[in-house]
């Protein structure tokens, strides 16, 4: 299946790349998407990914702990937002 | 009750705004109040030559909504408007307008400034700085905080 990974703000900068389609097996998780994108992007995006103040969004609905995905899913890593 | 969001790199015009939720309006509206942000020229003690305003498509409308869901739960609403800009904006430019409408004044102004209180939490914007000598991203302060918050214990 195919999920597409976004990347907003300072991460898109420090990534240097604002999306990516990944393709896994069904019913992947955070994890597995994270090893995912550690295969492509490599160790330090991961450690970028994983920072505490990063917020991760299913679908564009923000997502507490772990998620699972589906065919189509989209995946948002986003920085500390600054609000309007 | 009227709602109506809207992101845009373009300007807006708040007298046409403000004159299409008038008209919009039964007769049972007495009172609307206009909240308008502005570009300043100065962060801490740089001088801004640019604001750089990021959203995510979707998601953040959907931030904004849920705000907006929110206020009408706490004030008998006729109408609020949220008219955000994106992209690139210089110290000056206008860049967001909210627009409520009521029956009484204090509803109006009480519903406009929660509103703008809460988008400087929760609505997903990222804003970077530009100043002659690089740039910053920047967060969200303290005081946004406070305020967001003193809402939610009133």
Known sequence: MMIRVRFFAALR????????????????????LLEHIRRTLGD???????APDVR?????????????????DEIAFMPPITGG | MLKRIAIQADDFDIGREWAELR????????????????????????????LELEHYPGMT???????LDRAATRWPLDGLVVIHRVGSLAPGDQIVLVLATSRHRQAALDACAYVIDLLKTEAVFW???VFGSGSRWIESTSGD??????????
């Not at chain 1, 900068?13 to 992947?28: K, R, Y």
């Open chain 2, 23 to 50: 008209a919009s309006l039964s007769g049972s509206a007495g009172a609307m109040a206009a909240f308008c942000g502005l570009v300043r020229d100065q962060f801490q003690s740089d001088s801004v030559h640019t």
């Open chain 2, 145 to 154: 905080h406070r305020r967001a918050a003193d809402w939610q214990n009133s």
């Open chain 2, 127 to 129: 804003k970077r700085e």
């Open chain 1, 13 to 32: 900068e420090s990534l240097g790349i604002d999306s990516l389609d990944v393709t896994s097996a069904a019913n992947t998780d955070l994890s597995g």
């Open chain 1, 44 to 50: 330090a995006a991961v450690a970028a990914l994983c």
């Open chain 2, 61 to 67: 409308e959907r931030s904004i909504e849920s705000v």
């Open chain 1, 56 to 72: 991760v969004a299913l679908n564009r609905e923000f997502v507490v702990g772990e998620c699972v995905m589906k065919d189509g």
